[in-house]
């Protein structure tokens, strides 16, 4: 990456880390085998799944039957819901969901509706986080699906998914949890979330884009939604991509060695500092939040504004979720906790790396500072021009 640019976009997606680019290497020139293939091309291929697939297991807490690759988050997302929702069908036909989920999960259910069955999607508290009381309000007998994300991908907000997972195992509930912004900070053992289903991708852990992972309890019934041979426990047809599950697995590995500690300090300074700016407020809970995640509303500006000036200054944030921006349906997370319209329209998504620097965050928030000095002086410019023009009866 360029020295000059700042990159806090780190939730919408991460560069790929040389070592986990310089593991894959091999794997589309030398062996690039079809690991369906008996011949050994094939069968090296083959091995380096398992052993991926091994490591995933390993970090997730079960056995490597129970993962299987996908071509990312929200294939998993959608492999996981539709499926379970299908295949338990017989059992009843309510599902249940909450404000606040990413679009692959959310779209989803919307989807699922129309096939006729009933969804339930939870309210969350002011802070963004669900109270495991409404779920149990919420469970009738007919409930057979529960999705609720490990923590929000605009404002990073932790749930209380082990709580849930609790909840929906007393009422033999199968329950999904949508990972994928959480394996870099948070504990993804599966036992101990009380999960059946699991989604983590790799594109949010500086790994390649275009490979996911879902762990699969043992048990727990899926209707494939893709048809082909029988790869990945027939779920996911199609020739594996060897490389990219190569590049997931040692990315896995690498999570270990971050700095979590350091990042969160990084963060709780940038917070402590924004808030020292009287028309800025904060998203989320401030405790109960991913150690990467700012989200805050700055009243009285656009944040498509401010985001096309810090981009002219090569610092590069987000408003909003990546896959939300640039849509004009305002974020459903924002105004799940009560966000105005306004307070929506001046929101700013700020998410650290395991790279950012102090330096860096410094730079953000002069730069910040100085943008939004620009935008009110011009605001005043205009409106005393503006007042001069007013012609005199």
Do not use: W
Request: a neutral charge; hydrophobic letters at 35%; glycine letters at 6%.
């Amino acid at each position: 990456m360029n020295k000059k640019e700042i990159y806090l976009d780190h939730a919408s997606t991460t560069y790929t880390d040389p070592q986990v680019l310089e593991a894959m290497l091999p794997y589309f020139t030398e062996n690039f085998g079809n690991p369906k293939s008996i011949h050994e091309k094939g069968r090296k291929a083959k091995q380096a799944i398992d052993k991926a697939r091994i490591e995933i297991a390993k970090f997730l807490n079960c056995d490597s039957s129970e993962i299987i690759f996908t071509g990312s988050g929200t294939e998993s997302n959608n492999i996981a819901i539709i499926g379970a929702a299908r295949a338990n069908k017989e059992k009843g036909n309510h599902l249940i969901t909450s404000k606040i989920e990413h679009s692959s999960v959310k779209k989803v259910f919307e989807y699922l509706e129309k096939e006729g069955f009933e969804v339930t999607y939870l309210d969350v508290e002011k802070n963004g986080i669900i109270n495991p009381e409404d779920l149990k309000k919420a469970i009738k007998p007919e409930s057979i699906l529960v999705s609720i994300m490990h923590a929000n991908n605009e404002i990073g907000t932790i749930q209380p998914i082990e709580k849930i997972g609790e909840i929906c195992q007393e009422n033999g509930i199968i329950f999904h949890t949508d990972a994928c912004q959480t394996a870099l900070y948070l504990n993804l053992d599966s036992e101990k979330l009380n999960v059946d289903l699991l989604t983590m991708n790799s594109s949010k852990i500086y790994g390649p884009k275009g490979i996911g992972a879902l762990y699969i309890r043992r048990e727990t019934k899926l209707s494939p939604i893709l048809f082909g041979g029988n790869h990945e426990h027939a779920l996911r047809p199609g020739t594996q991509a060897t490389a990219n599950i190569v590049g997931l697995a040692e990315a896995v590995k690498l999570i270990q060695k971050y700095d979590n500690e350091k990042l969160k300090k990084l963060r709780d300074n940038l917070i402590e500092e924004l808030l020292k700016i009287d028309e800025v407020t904060l998203n989320g809970d401030q405790e109960q939040r991913i150690p990467n995640n700012i989200n805050i509303s700055i009243k009285g500006f656009n944040s498509q504004e401010i985001l096309l000036h810090l981009d002219n200054a090569n610092i590069y944030v987000s408003s909003g979720s990546a896959c939300g921006s640039g849509l004009k349906n305002p974020s459903g997370t924002l105004k799940a906790i009560g966000l105005s319209k306004n307070e929506i329209n001046s929101s700013l998504r700020i998410s650290l790396g395991k790279a950012t620097t102090t330096k860096e965050t410094e730079k953000f928030l002069n730069t910040f500072k100085e943008i939004l000095e620009k935008l009110k002086k011009n605001r005043f410019t205009n409106l005393s021009r503006h007042h001069h023009q007013i012609p005199h009866h």
